[in-house]
């Protein structure tokens, strides 16, 4: 995945309030469109320090938390003890990079994720491959942004033009709105943030 030398470097110092209020909302977004989700089991894909998964580890019955940092599977492995919560793991694992077979779940979700990775369509592939039959991905990220200029990461996405790319995939059912609207939360700049729900 695009940045993740970037993340290596800051997962210490991640979880800012900013953040930690991001992943809230986010995480509560998310929680509106879990159906029966108490039976089922969840990856935070790209989790980073698993700011958004942690808010929603009582609404599954288990959670894997994924990203392609290893110090951000550090500082969760040291919340998951500190706090000795049950039913999780981790993995670092680079999707862009490998291919995982074995891998499964009810649902994945991807908060500001897709924004960091340069090939979407790919990623989006596998993800589908990875979810069970009827399986949910959720995606929270940044609507598009024309100030915002970067050779890093995308600068947002229009929710038509993602939903004709899942569509293409094979992702039904697909639905998404903004949700919430920020100052200077993307790249020093105001930004909105929308959350789709889509289904194998």
């Known amino acids: 995945m695009g940045n993740t030398d970037k993340f290596e470097m800051i997962a210490k110092m991640y979880d800012t309030p900013e953040r930690i209020q991001i992943a809230k909302v986010s995480s509560d977004a998310i929680r509106n469109y879990l159906v029966d989700a108490k039976s089922k089991n969840a990856i935070d894909f790209g989790c980073g320090t698993g700011l958004v998964g942690m808010n929603l580890l009582d609404d599954f019955n288990s959670m894997l938390f994924l990203d392609t940092s290893q110090n951000m599977i550090n500082q969760i492995k040291q919340k998951i003890s500190d706090f000795n919560i049950q039913n999780v793991d981790t993995l670092c694992f680079d999707f862009e990079k490998e291919n995982l077979s074995d891998l499964h779940a009810d649902y994945i979700f991807i908060a500001q994720v897709l924004l960091h990775i340069h090939d979407v369509e790919f990623v989006l592939s596998r993800l589908f491959d990875v979810l069970n039959e009827g399986g ?24 038509v033009e993602l939903t004709d790319i899942m569509t293409k995939i094979g992702y039904r059912d697909i639905q998404s709105k903004t949700f919430y609207t920020g100052s200077k939360i993307f790249m020093g700049h105001d930004a909105s943030m929308f959350i789709l729900d889509s289904q194998k």
């Open 136 to 159: 949910h991905l959720l995606i929270v990220d940044f609507n598009k942004n024309e100030k915002i200029v970067s050779d890093m990461v995308h600068n947002g996405f229009n929710q």
